[in-house]
């Protein structure tokens, strides 16, 4: 008995130790690149010789950063807009329950998430040197939609699993047009959903860089395109800089969808 009880105490503190040992590896590559933005010598060396907010003023005062910045906002932000009305339109089409080939249908639309992104950079690269949108934010934006739009379908085709379609046919028994009742009954519902895709799609425009390699000209440079070229160029604690602020936008931006999830879980259980 004495050893049972000694069992149950032991596998409580294992488990913890054990789920400490996996965050600690997932964390730590992410956050060694933190103090060293805050070096006061160009160099990514431990132990620093100094503190300094010089590479933060760096970017901040640099117009090739700003420029890369500026471009990366416009090209999320437009992205996010196309993905989330895309993605939420084709979501709210497959689930329908008179829907045809949709399980056909979801895999064509999931696609991007499971084709290797370099073979979608290739593929868009032809596709858009033969209509001539190569080197322009609109292409970008386009091709970052491609890849933006399934985070979509996926986080509101999930909000729409536990959606109640009586109350669409409640609607237009009172008299409301198709459009209305998505409008005033659907999107309130499935809100949640929409926004979480809706911030899924921003990140993923703002973190990608493959993309941006093959259709991205000199001054479309985005801020991860312009971390790689900094890399590859001249290194910089300026890249640290800009990665630090990366991961508090990311960080703010997770948080945002983990209480967007735990209130969709809310209203599934008031339903």
Same mark, same amino acid.
């Given at each position: *008995? ?23 590896? =997932? ?20 132990? *620093? ?7 933060? /003023? ?32 084709? $979501? ?12 056909? =249908? ?27 949108? =190569?080197?322009?934010?609109?292409? =970008?934006?386009?091709?970052?939609? $491609? ?38 009954? *659907? ?31 000199? /001054? /479309? ?5 312009? *971390?790689?070229?900094?890399?590859? /160029? ?38």
């Amino acid at each position: *008995m004495n050893h049972s009880l000694s069992v149950e105490r032991l596998l409580p503190i294992l488990l913890w130790i054990a789920g400490g040992t996996v965050v600690v590896f =997932l964390i730590a590559p992410i956050i060694a690149i933190v103090p060293l933005s805050f070096n006061a010598e160009p160099f990514f060396t431990y132990p *620093m010789p100094g503190l300094s907010l010089r590479w933060y /003023e760096e970017f901040l005062s640099s117009e090739v950063w700003q420029l890369a910045l500026k471009n990366s906002i416009i090209v999320a932000v437009c992205t996010t807009l196309v993905s989330t009305a895309l993605g939420t339109l084709a $979501a709210i089409g497959l689930s329908r329950p008179e829907c045809p080939f949709r399980a056909t =249908l979801t895999a064509i639309l999931i696609s991007p998430m499971i084709v290797p992104v370099i073979v979608s950079a290739v593929g868009i690269y032809y596709a858009f040197a033969a209509v001539g949108l =190569l080197n322009s934010l609109t292409g =970008l934006v386009l091709a970052h939609t $491609a890849i933006g739009a399934p985070f979509v379908v996926i986080t509101v085709t999930a909000t729409l699993a536990s959606f109640d379609h009586n109350l669409m046919r409640a609607a237009s028994s009172l008299g409301a047009t198709p459009v209305e009742a998505v409008l005033r009954i *659907m999107l309130p519902i499935i809100a949640p959903g929409v926004v979480s895709g809706a911030l899924f799609a921003f990140v993923t425009s703002f973190d990608e860089v493959v993309i941006a390699l093959f259709i991205a000209g000199s /001054e /479309e440079r985005t801020l991860p395109r312009q *971390m790689w070229s900094g890399v590859r /160029e001249t290194l910089s604690p300026t890249i640290a800089a800009v990665a630090t602020l990366l991961i508090l936008f990311s960080t703010l931006f997770l948080a945002t969808i983990q209480w967007l999830h735990r209130r969709a879980e809310r209203q599934k259980l008031m339903h």
